[in-house]
């Protein structure tokens, strides 16, 4: 198995949202995205499945190394041989490779946020910048598109963490800021215990409207030039946006105990519509 091909596989594995956007892109910048999410999944598969936090804590600074190695031109993993290749094509920054992998360890290091701003700082270690550096992969000429990538990758996290919700409190962790659980009136039993309240339906509807105005701030400031290039953070955002809306539909204070998704054929409609028409 190649190193492209590894990549390959740990995409389609995922059954992600962002495999689906990437199917219309040229064959170069599919395989640098494509080893940048597979990338991402390794290190978050390192907090996620490793159950020993030392061993993780381990794991991590192993990954910290292999990009030191990579940056050397000496990778080991088949992710970072695979990444090498679009290290000085696509101009993609050693501290941002780093940046993720502190994002990660956050989860390591703390379950619980206590003010939305808490929270920003990782949404944008383990979102915003593989916003920043799939931009740069795809392409740009006006700087204002980090802004949008910036934000692009924020409205993705805060999908993430409303659809999770349930899925991550039986790992024990809340991402719900506990000042919002308390306006709202929500303990963090009732998460932990998979409470349907009112409350809890109030402060998810909150959360969504948060996420949607992160969208909207976003598309707003692509500019013109770079829309096209762009398109394929513009299918995620579609595939992304329509989970929101299927979770308002079915009722936001469910998330607790299912987790919503698109099926397959709905999300390649979603790309496909997304990336020819916009």
Known sequence: MTPDQYCEDKAAQ?????????????????????????????VDDVVDECHDENLARTKLAWWRAEVDNLYAGDPQHPVTRALQPALSTYDLQREHFLEIIDGMQMDLEQARYNAFKDLQLYCYRVASVVGLMAASIFGYHDRQTQKYAHDLGIAFQLTNIIRDVGEDARRGRIYLPVEELQRFD?????????????????????????????????????????????????????????????????????????????????????????????
Do not use: H
Request: charged fraction near 25%.
């Open 186 to 278: 929500v303990p963090a039993a009732d998460i932990l215990n998979y409470r349907e309240t009112d409350n809890f339906r109030r402060l998810m509807e909150f959360q969504i409207e948060r996420a949607e105005s992160y969208y909207a701030k976003a598309i707003e400031q692509l500019p013109a030039v770079d829309r096209k290039s762009q398109r394929t953070g513009l299918v995620m955002a579609a595939i992304y946006r329509a989970t929101l809306e299927e979770i308002k539909r079915d009722g936001p204070q469910k998330v607790l105990n299912q987790r919503l998704s698109l099926t397959p054929i709905r999300k390649l409609w979603l790309a496909w519509k997304t990336y020819w028409f916009g």
């Open 14 to 42: 995922s059954g992600s949202s962002f495999y689906y956007s990437f199917r219309f892109l040229p064959a170069a910048q599919r395989r640098a995205i494509t080893a940048l999410y597979a990338f991402c999944r390794e």
